[in-house]
């Protein structure tokens, strides 16, 4: 069976899981903890990140950009209606940008130090980057959450999916970060219903279901996280 290399904190692991879950993909799943640069896990993918998907061949496909077009150009073609990617080039180069958005730009912004912060620390070794959280990046972090929330808001409030007419990589791209956030109870849902009705559809995919009963050692998700209905 094919694996996958992933941590349950990173966006773009929860992205590619929800694009396999999707098309209805069976792997091994290996929670990988990158700073401990281990060299099994390096020689699959030498940048040492995350995720990386390790078919029945021993080929290692690295990187979510790079592991949801295989997927798509391989198993995305045969799903017709069901398929993530749109078969309109100017459709397809919107679901590039708004992956890549929550991807990269939300993850540099906002995901990526907030996790750091609040939860790599917690466990990695002082000598490795671990130790007391920094409270000038968790600032900062938290002042671009409503930016990008607010982002959200306009794309699910303008379209029926956040791409367009049709789920999405898109759309698995900004449920996967936000539900990082969720987890950590970063995000003020009060302020942003819309938002939270396109959540509250994601969420409630069977696709969903697996990321919502996972547990971080040492952190309790905000009370509403597995709650379809919050």
């Known amino acids: 069976m094919p694996t996958l290399y992933h941590h349950t904190m990173s966006t773009a692991s929860r992205f590619i899981r929800l694009v396999l879950s999707e098309y209805g993909f069976q792997t091994d799943l290996v929670e990988e903890q990158t700073w401990e640069k281990r060299k099994e896990f390096l020689a699959f993918n030498p940048a040492g990140t995350l995720p990386v998907y390790v078919d029945d061949n021993m080929r290692a496909l690295c990187g979510p950009i790079i592991i949801s077009e295989f997927i798509d150009e391989t198993h995305g073609v045969l799903k017709r209606d069901r398929r993530l990617f749109a078969e309109d080039p100017f459709q397809r180069a919107e679901i590039r940008r708004l992956t890549e958005w929550f991807l990269q730009k939300m993850e540099q912004d906002v995901t ?12 990695i070794p002082n000598g490795l980057g671990g130790g007391a959280p920094d409270s000038k990046v968790l600032r900062t972090a938290r002042s671009n959450i409503r930016h990008h929330m607010k982002y959200l808001t306009w794309l699910s409030g303008s379209r029926q999916w956040i791409a367009g007419e049709r789920l999405s990589y898109a759309d698995l791209s900004a449920a996967a970060a936000v539900s990082v956030l969720d987890y950590l109870g970063e995000i003020d849902w009060n302020e942003f219903p819309v938002a939270k009705e396109w959540y509250q559809r994601i969420k409630s995919r069977p696709s969903f279901r697996p990321l919502l009963t996972e547990r971080v050692r040492g952190i309790t998700p905000v009370s509403h996280y597995a709650d379809l209905d919050f």
């Open 112 to 123: 990526k130090p907030l996790v750091r912060e609040r939860v790599h620390k917690l466990i």
